[in-house]
């Protein structure tokens, strides 16, 4: 998909390249419009003869509005106004605003027969977590049920709501919320001076704490994919190596370039195919945790460090300052990986 999106220039491209397809996947007929009908006209009040893209059917009713965007769109407000029509002139209760990568879906939680002004769940195609797959499971053709998802949606738009807040807090932390925990763990007064210090330390205290959790998560899963006896291959003479696996230790450096690869990648490969490796002499990120697809080697082990780039099955080790480093190499990188896909 990410190889698509280049090349897709218009709306009607990106119905037929994404859009549809998505809607395939949730179990509707795209071609029996019975199910699915494109170019759904509806009127609303004095307004005669306007569409929306798609509407989906189940049991001769009217369940899900759909308007599309092209693709390159960033979605917003404005671009919802059909559904907002539609949605009270129709008996739907849920409508769907997507350029084919974002999908957000909205209903009428606030108040009945208008639909919010916010969407109550969002998917991207690209970048999802598992619990949302569970969520959008819920509008599949075989399971959908209006009552289930209704009960869920409140709770998934005011978690979602939070969740941003949060995300937002963490980033950039408001004195109050900089308050918040200076209250608990500061004895003095709380001047200007004494937040704009705790600001610098909440800042600090996050990083730290994210990079905890990752750090946690990455060792518990190599430590559980661990097969007893691993074996490596040498990239150059196919000779089978056994790494040693004692005193491996992930560094956070080694973290944080492992993050640095893949979010170097995102705009060409599913990151998810992305792996890390650790053994004792270097820390390796292939491309389907397979050992014959390395991306690159990170050397740093050692007083200087070193970043591992792959070239025709042979490695060529380049000396760096810092780990950020790593972004002057992108092209190469996105080289390497792009020979095991075209192979």
């Known amino acids: 998909m990410p190889k698509q999106i280049a090349h897709i220039q218009t709306e009607e491209a990106t119905k037929n390249a994404f859009i549809m397809p998505f809607i395939s996947s949730l179990g509707y007929d795209v071609f029996n419009p019975l199910e699915v009908i494109p170019e759904f006209t509806a009127d609303v009040g004095t307004k005669k003869g306007e569409k929306v893209d798609y509407a989906i059917k189940k049991d001769d009713d009217i369940i899900i509005l759909i308007e599309c965007k092209w693709s390159g769109a960033s979605l917003h407000k404005d671009h919802a106004s059909q559904l907002y029509r539609y ?4 008996e739907a209760r849920f409508a769907i605003l997507t350029n084919g990568i974002d999908y957000k879906f909205y209903s009428d939680i606030d108040e009945p027969n208008k639909m919010d002004s916010k969407p109550f769940f969002s998917f991207n195609v690209l970048q999802f977590e598992d619990h949302q797959i569970k969520e959008l499971k819920k509008f599949t053709k075989s399971a959908f049920s209006l009552e289930d998802i209704l009960t869920t949606a409140s709770t998934l738009k005011y978690t979602g709501a939070i969740k941003k807040i949060l995300d937002e807090e963490l980033k950039n932390p408001t004195e109050e919320f900089v308050r918040f925990f200076a209250s608990r763990i500061y004895d003095g007064r709380l001047t200007q001076h004494v937040i704009e210090e705790f600001t610098g330390i909440v800042k600090e205290a996050r990083s730290q704490f994210i990079n905890e959790q990752i750090n946690d998560r990455l060792k518990s899963a190599m430590s559980a994919n661990e ?11 196919g000779a089978k190596v056994e ?4 005193g491996i230790e992930t560094t956070q450096e080694e973290i944080d ?3 640095i690869v893949k979010a170097l990648l995102r705009e060409v490969v599913d990151v998810q195919r992305v792996t890390m490796r650790d053994t004792k002499s270097y820390c390796g990120i292939l491309l389907d945790d397979n050992n014959r697809k390395p991306i690159c080697r990170l050397h740093f082990n050692y007083s200087r460090k070193y970043l591992g780039v792959i070239s025709e099955k042979s490695e060529e080790r380049i000396e760096i300052e810092s780990v950020d ?3 002057q190499y992108a092209d190469r990188i996105k080289a390497t990986l792009l020979e095991y896909e075209t192979d």
Do not use: C, L, Q, R
């Not at 097969?227 to 003479?237: A, G, L, M, T, W």
């Not at 790494?243 to 004692?246: C, D, G, R, V």
């Open 257 to 259: 370039g492992y993050n």
């Open 87 to 90: 949605f009270s002139a129709t």
């Open 243 to 246: 790494p040693k696996k004692e």
């Open 325 to 327: 480093d790593i972004f």
């Open 227 to 237: 097969p007893e006896s691993v074996v490596e291959e040498n990239i150059d003479s």
